[in-house]
């Protein structure tokens, strides 16, 4: 499960949850994308794929900005 949230124009992926996060991807500064998984923040761009781990399965994120 993951949970996309919009405010204030902003943008965030949640997964799997805000309350259980493992990773996010956000908008960040200046309209780059971040990439946040197990405590650590990084850029990532279009077409990148992420992979992340919840709990005993592995997601893979396509990010298309």
Same mark, same amino acid.
């Given at each position: 499960? =993951? %949970? *996309?949230?919009?405010? $204030? $124009?902003?943008?965030? %992926?949640? %997964?799997?949850?805000?309350? =259980? *996060? =493992?990773?996010?991807?956000?908008?960040?500064? +200046? +309209?780059?994308?971040?990439?946040?998984? @197990?405590?650590?923040?990084?850029?990532?761009? @279009?077409?990148?794929? *992420?992979? &992340?781990? %919840?709990?005993? =399965?592995? &997601?893979?994120? @396509?990010?298309?900005?």
């Amino acid at each position: 499960m =993951a %949970l *996309l949230i919009q405010a $204030g $124009g902003c943008v965030m %992926l949640a %997964l799997p949850s805000p309350a =259980a *996060l =493992a990773a996010c991807v956000f908008e960040g500064r +200046g +309209g780059a994308w971040i990439a946040e998984v @197990d405590g650590e923040a990084r850029p990532v761009h @279009d077409g990148e794929v *992420l992979q &992340v781990r %919840l709990g005993t =399965a592995q &997601v893979a994120i @396509d990010v298309m900005g």
